[in-house]
């Protein structure tokens, strides 16, 4: 991480648009802060920071795909915020990842190439894992 520019990414390296986003974040020259969420866990006030500064409600995080979302219930509409916060805290896997903040932003990065955005000297054009080139 640079002093003058850090990069902090919300990491689960089992997925490939973090590790995506991750790389994308390197080829820029940034050394960020990687926290793999699913093991450290949230708490309440880092999430509830993240979705400020991403104006974003924990509906707009909420990973349903390979999560248990379905059987604790939490995709109906009527299910509050704050229910989806403390199940978040309960089970780390249903925030969608990676989020990625800087000092131009904080995003939920897919896709991966959303991460650019955010970046100082984002790379010009960027090889996915898949073969996938990204120009911006």
Same mark, same amino acid.
């Given at each position: 991480?640079?002093?003058?520019?850090?990069? *902090? $990414?919300?990491?689960?390296?089992?997925? %490939?648009?973090? #590790?995506?986003? /991750?790389?994308?974040?390197?080829? !820029?020259?940034? @050394?960020? *802060? $990687?926290?793999?969420?699913?093991?450290? %866990?949230?708490? #309440?006030?880092? /999430?509830?920071?993240?979705?400020? !500064?991403?104006? @974003?409600?924990?509906?707009?995080?909420?990973?349903?795909? %390979?999560?248990?979302?379905?059987? /604790?219930?939490?995709?109906?509409?009527?299910?509050?915020?704050?229910?989806?916060?403390?199940?978040?805290?309960?089970?780390?896997?249903?925030?969608?990842?990676?989020?990625?903040?800087?000092?131009?932003?904080?995003?939920?990065?897919?896709?991966?190439?959303?991460?650019?955005?955010?970046?100082?000297?984002?790379?010009?054009?960027?090889?996915?894992?898949?073969?996938?080139?990204?120009?911006?």
């Amino acid at each position: 991480m640079t002093q003058a520019f850090p990069v *902090t $990414i919300y990491h689960n390296p089992d997925c %490939g648009t973090s #590790r995506n986003a /991750l790389a994308m974040i390197e080829a !820029a020259g940034q @050394a960020p *802060t $990687i926290v793999e969420y699913r093991q450290s %866990g949230w708490t #309440r006030p880092l /999430l509830e920071q993240l979705l400020t !500064a991403m104006k @974003a409600s924990p509906r707009d995080l909420l990973r349903e795909k %390979g999560t248990p979302a379905a059987e /604790l219930g939490l995709l109906a509409p009527s299910v509050t915020d704050d229910a989806l916060i403390a199940a978040m805290l309960a089970h780390p896997i249903l925030v969608n990842r990676p989020i990625v903040a800087t000092p131009k932003g904080t995003k939920l990065c897919r896709p991966s190439e959303l991460v650019l955005d955010l970046l100082e000297n984002a790379p010009a054009q960027f090889t996915k894992e898949d073969g996938e080139i990204v120009r911006r």
